[in-house]
């Protein structure tokens, strides 16, 4: 059974830096074609493509914010961490983890449910 | 940079068929950007429906389908049901490792 758990902080001011973990258990990220993506969705807004890293350590990062995130893995905890620099308001939203597929295809198969990060001094 | 563009909305009766689409702001979608749909209802995470245009994911009914309809990626809804009332999300894989998530389409039933 796979599961993905998210957790972070509920509250960060502007300008400090979320870091933000994915707990996740039925799947191995040594495992060839096994990856990991962030998403988040600010309040009544849509869903946004983050970052993804994957079984090789290679990482991709959205093209608008790949200046303030990081993506890495520790494989032994089976634990994704995502950090973003300078938070604004802007970047209140719930942020998603989701296991995802690549080999010969890309989507999001199994998804975390989510925490919400409200940005505010 | 490239948009997925999505109806905001659209309404649908009970029983009834609907289509929703996925497109480009510039350029046709095809199988190659492995089109994936999700379904949201409030306060949830998304659940997958469909990826690769037309593969149905496990548990999904299959009133549910993904196609290629012109140049678009297209969700269509066979005998919609009251608890098909939700936001639906396309995302189309645009190489090098990046995802673009649609705008989403708010499903109303009534």
């Known amino acids: 059974q796979v599961t993905l758990r998210e957790s972070g902080p509920a509250l960060v001011k502007p300008t400090q830096t979320l870091t933000l973990t994915c707990t996740f258990s039925?799947?191995?990220?040594?495992?060839?074609?096994?990856?990991v993506s962030w998403i988040r969705q600010p309040p009544g807004k849509a869903l946004e493509w983050l970052a993804r890293?994957?079984?090789?350590?290679?990482?991709y990062y959205s093209t608008s914010l790949k200046t303030r995130l990081t993506i890495s893995k520790d494989t032994s905890k089976n634990q994704v961490v995502l950090t973003m620099t300078n938070m604004d308001p802007v970047d209140t939203a719930t942020y998603y983890c989701?296991?995802?597929?690549?080999?010969?295809?890309?989507?999001?198969?199994?998804w975390g449910q989510g925490t919400l990060v409200t940005v505010s001094s | 940079q490239t948009v997925v563009t999505q109806e905001p909305s659209f309404s649908v009766s009970p029983g009834g068929t609907v289509t929703l689409t996925c497109g480009l702001s510039?350029?046709?979608?095809?199988?190659?950007?492995?089109p994936s749909w999700y379904q949201q209802t409030p306060g949830q995470a998304p659940r997958t429906l469909i990826y690769?245009?037309?593969t149905r994911s496990s548990g999904v009914p299959d009133r549910f389908s993904g196609s290629i309809l012109g140049n678009k990626a297209a969700l269509t809804i066979t005998g919609a049901q009251a608890d098909d009332e939700s936001d639906y999300y396309c995302v189309l894989y645009m190489g090098s490792g990046i995802s673009v998530f649609g705008g989403g389409t708010k499903l109303t039933v009534l």
């Open positions: 039925g799947f191995s990220l040594s495992t060839s074609g096994m990856c």
């Open positions: 989701a296991r995802t597929v690549v080999r010969g295809t890309s989507y999001f198969d199994y």
């Open positions: 690769n245009t037309n």
């Open positions: 890293i994957d079984w090789d350590d290679d990482k």
């Open positions: 510039s350029g046709s979608v095809s199988i190659s950007y492995y």
